[in-house]
């Protein structure tokens, strides 16, 4: 797949051993899909996808971004600084939510219109605490090249996943079974990458109080310019399911989150792998002067020839698809599948490259981006929303997000370009 691609043995063996892992740890919860699906009834998701979407929110800003600059220095020293930085505004953060959750429990509840969504708010802190760290590990881990650990992590969090969800569900306990699976296969996937780090006593010898201030200052745009675009696109991307719980239902939202994940994961399979490998080399190159913008449009195009034709053909038999293999009452999601295939597919791509704004200093345009992409995407919805159609909502979001994320892929490879 990567054959173009230089260096071409060590990245194809280590997007291999990547995406070996993923795609089994992806391709667990989906085989059980089916069951699931009859087990859960669309409310059920729709309380999950609300609860994954708050704690998303949030988990993406934990570290302040921090967890991105792992990558970025030489020495190992400076990243474990980093790391240790990470964790302590996570800790914070997580505190912080505990206040925020136990006073205004009962206002969130209202704005959300769903009572059954009030009693997991008090595991948000915690869920985002161990997402959070989670992140943190992963960078750390992707720094040393621990790929074979990153894979078995991610497989041992699927498992777990689909033990506590399949196990809790035939107990016919609603939404709690998908919220407890997640909970506890996060601990699970931290144990497991937490060893390499606590076994290295000679890298954690190096964490520095001073140091840390230091990191902290000159990463700065981090937090400055990374955190709030990573808040806004987090908001941005669960926009739906925020506005679709009070205005549409839970069953809506549970279609819509269905509809979305079964397009994402296997797209999010090559992706995700191939950009934990892509910004590791994309950062060497970097710091080494070689031609990013080559190996990158390469990458682009080798992907785009694997994906087209499987992605026009699952899209084009979206309804069919939902309704014989997850059960006719989620047909509907199928439907919304083949409305969302543009912004779906222009996700992939986007999603793969995103690390180069970080490269290249660009978080502050990346950030303006990200502001008029998202008042552009909550205009999209409000229409559908005013309109009472839960299709033009759809329609509109999908268009708004193709166009944008189309921009988005032009500007960072021209900035690429232009570096070279």
Known sequence: MFSKLKPKSEFSKNVLTLMTG???AQAVPIAISPILTRIYTPEDFGIFALFIA????????????????????????????????????????????????????????????????SVWLYFIPVTVLFVGVFN???????????????????????????VVQLSVGFFKSGADGLISGQIISQIFANIKLMK??????LL??????????????KYKNFPKFQAPHAMLNALSSNLPIYFFTPFFGLAV???????????????????????????????????????????????????????????????????TIFGTVFGED???????????????????????????????????????IEIIYTISRLIALMIGIYFKSIYIAISLFSIVGFLALSYNISWMLNSLKRYN
């Open 204 to 217: 954690l010898s190096n964490i520095n109080k001073i140091k840390i201030l230091v990191l902290a200052k």
């Open 54 to 117: 708050i704690v998303g929110f949030f988990s993406v800003i934990a570290s302040a971004r921090y967890e991105q600059a792992i990558l970025i220095p030489i020495q190992d020293k400076d990243a474990i600084n980093i790391f240790a930085l990470g964790f302590i505004i996570i800790f914070m953060i997580s505190i912080l939510l505990i206040f925020i959750v136990v006073m205004f429990n009962d206002t969130f509840t209202m704005l959300l219109n769903n009572e059954a969504i």
């Open 136 to 162: 943190l590990l992963i960078f750390l881990n992707n720094r040393k090249k621990e790929y074979k650990d990153i894979a078995k992590a991610t497989m041992l969090k699927s498992i777990v996943l689909v």
């Open 22 to 24: 993923t795609t089994i």
């Open 330 to 368: 989620w047909r509907e999601a199928g439907v919304y599948t083949q409305i969302l295939s543009p912004w779906l597919f222009m996700v992939f791509f986007v999603s793969l490259i995103s690390f180069i704004p970080n490269i290249l200093n660009l978080q502050k345009k990346a950030l303006i």
């Open 196 to 201: 390499n780090i606590f076994n290295n006593k």
């Open 253 to 319: 939202v549970g279609l819509y989150s269905l509809s979305t994940r079964i397009v994402f994961t296997p797209l999010m399979i090559l992706s995700g792998a191939s950009a934990k490998v892509y910004n590791q080399q994309l950062t060497l190159f970097h710091n080494q002067k070689k031609d990013t913008y080559t190996f990158t449009i390469n990458l682009l195009k080798t992907l785009f020839k694997k994906i087209f034709i499987p992605f026009i053909l699952f899209i084009y038999f979206a309804p």
